[in-house]
């Protein structure tokens, strides 16, 4: 009788570690699935908001050698170029923070937890 429990706690401790092999690379696997999603959407995104960034800075220079030339001194433009950005970032800054850190948790969030079969 004794065998018997013995082997059937042999057999039991056998399936439980091949179910915990199992579970684990199921976890690896959905991880994978998670991150071969995610990061090329990084990447794009982040390629597109460097040449955003890269025009805007263009269009900033361009914008303020117009300005500067009207006003008959190149470095007004600049100045007012920089005024202009520093008053809207802090426009961003203390009234649309919160907004902006909310809808990009959200984004991340639901990327992640979103199943798609």
Do not use: Q
Request: aromatic share 12%; proline share 1%.
């Amino acid at each position: 009788m004794e065998e018997n429990n013995d082997n059937s706690i042999e057999a039991l401790l056998e399936r439980t570690g091949a179910y915990v092999k199992t579970t684990l690379e199921l976890a690896k696997l959905k991880a994978a699935d998670k991150a071969s999603d995610s990061i090329p959407s990084v990447v794009s995104r982040t390629i597109s908001v460097l040449l955003l960034v890269m025009f805007f800075m263009m269009a900033s220079v361009g914008i303020s050698l117009l300005i500067g030339d009207a006003l008959g001194k190149i470095w007004y433009g600049f100045i007012i170029v920089a005024g202009f950005y520093g008053l809207l970032g802090l426009v961003l800054f203390f009234f649309l923070h919160n907004w902006l850190k909310g809808l990009i948790c959200n984004s991340i969030i639901k990327r992640i937890f979103t199943k798609e079969e």
